[in-house]
């Protein structure tokens, strides 16, 4: 079993350090005269608070790391999925570098105002929830899948080793060979409440990358 330090990787955040560049050009991609509108219109739909819009450098910055992690700024068109898309700004921003992109969100985002966002900006999204006692099943085969900041366990009801193994394998039956599958997940490294379930996915895939500020793993289907 390893063990990983969490305190050597609540360090690093080396993998999340954008640009100002950056940072401006996505701004001017995502948060323009509709948005605007759109925000004055529905001042309390979802993901109009917590730093989505107008992005701050905290959500945007997350973004745009992906983006560049995974080096869509200059690789040939690719088929992306991104399971809990929330606002759409990591598939737009895929998009501009001339990517196909699709977003799965769950119905209570999708029948709200936030549509209206993805319509916008141009984003095939569907209804999904990932649920441990639900197989997990998707409409296609795609180059890259991304799940950043998906919700997929509770404090009381975490994942076990076993179930990230699983959902990895149901993931791969819908990459295409050589396909990634991106985990960004929501096991934060400053709650020592977690450590079990840090330790679940550790055990199931290793150590996670160093650089990120929660549990990451970039997994390569053969």
Same mark, same amino acid.
């Not at 309390?44 to 905290?58: E, K, L, S, V, W």
């Given at each position: 079993?390893?063990?990983?330090?969490?305190?050597?990787?609540?360090?690093?955040?080396?993998?999340?350090?954008?640009?100002?560049?950056?940072?401006?050009?996505?701004?001017?991609?995502?948060?323009?005269?509709?948005?605007?509108?759109?925000?004055?219109?529905?001042?309390?739909?979802?993901?109009?608070?917590?730093?989505?819009?107008?992005?701050?450098?905290? *959500?945007?910055? &997350?973004? %745009?790391?992906?983006? /560049?992690?995974?080096?869509?700024?200059?690789? !040939?068109?690719?088929?992306? +999925?991104?399971?809990?898309?929330?606002?759409?700004?990591?598939?737009?921003?895929?998009?501009?570098?001339?990517?196909?992109?699709?977003?799965?969100?769950?119905?209570?985002?999708?029948?709200?105002?936030?549509?209206?966002?993805?319509?916008?900006?141009?984003?095939?999204?569907?209804?999904?929830?990932?649920?441990?006692?639900?197989?997990?099943?998707?409409?296609?085969?795609?180059?890259?899948?991304?799940?950043?900041?998906?919700?997929?366990?509770?404090?009381?009801?975490?994942? *076990?080793?076993? &179930?990230? %193994?699983?959902?990895? /394998?149901?993931?791969?039956?819908?990459?295409? !060979?050589?396909?990634?599958? +991106?985990?960004?997940?929501?096991?934060?490294?400053?709650?020592?409440?977690?450590?079990?379930?840090?330790?679940?996915?550790?055990?199931?895939?290793?150590?996670?990358?160093?650089?990120?500020?929660?549990?990451?793993?970039?997994?390569?289907?053969?």
């Amino acid at each position: 079993m390893q063990q990983f330090d969490n305190a050597k990787y609540r360090q690093d955040r080396s993998s999340m350090v954008v640009s100002d560049k950056d940072m401006q050009w996505a701004k001017s991609v995502l948060y323009d005269s509709f948005v605007q509108e759109w925000l004055e219109k529905h001042p309390t739909a979802g993901y109009t608070t917590q730093g989505y819009f107008p992005p701050d450098i905290r *959500k945007l910055g &997350d973004a %745009i790391s992906i983006v /560049n992690f995974l080096k869509l700024t200059d690789s !040939p068109p690719l088929s992306i +999925l991104d399971i809990g898309a929330g606002p759409g700004l990591f598939l737009k921003l895929s998009a501009i570098h001339g990517h196909t992109v699709y977003g799965t969100e769950i119905s209570e985002i999708i029948n709200s105002p936030v549509n209206d966002l993805y319509k916008h900006y141009n984003i095939d999204i569907f209804e999904l929830m990932i649920t441990k006692s639900k197989k997990t099943i998707l409409p296609k085969q795609y180059d890259i899948i991304v799940a950043a900041r998906t919700v997929f366990d509770r404090e009381d009801e975490y994942y *076990k080793s076993a &179930d990230w %193994i699983e959902w990895k /394998n149901q993931m791969f039956e819908y990459l295409n !060979p050589h396909g990634r599958l +991106l985990i960004k997940t929501n096991l934060k490294y400053f709650k020592s409440s977690i450590i079990p379930a840090q330790q679940e996915i550790v055990n199931a895939f290793g150590l996670p990358l160093l650089g990120w500020n929660s549990l990451t793993y970039l997994l390569e289907k053969n």
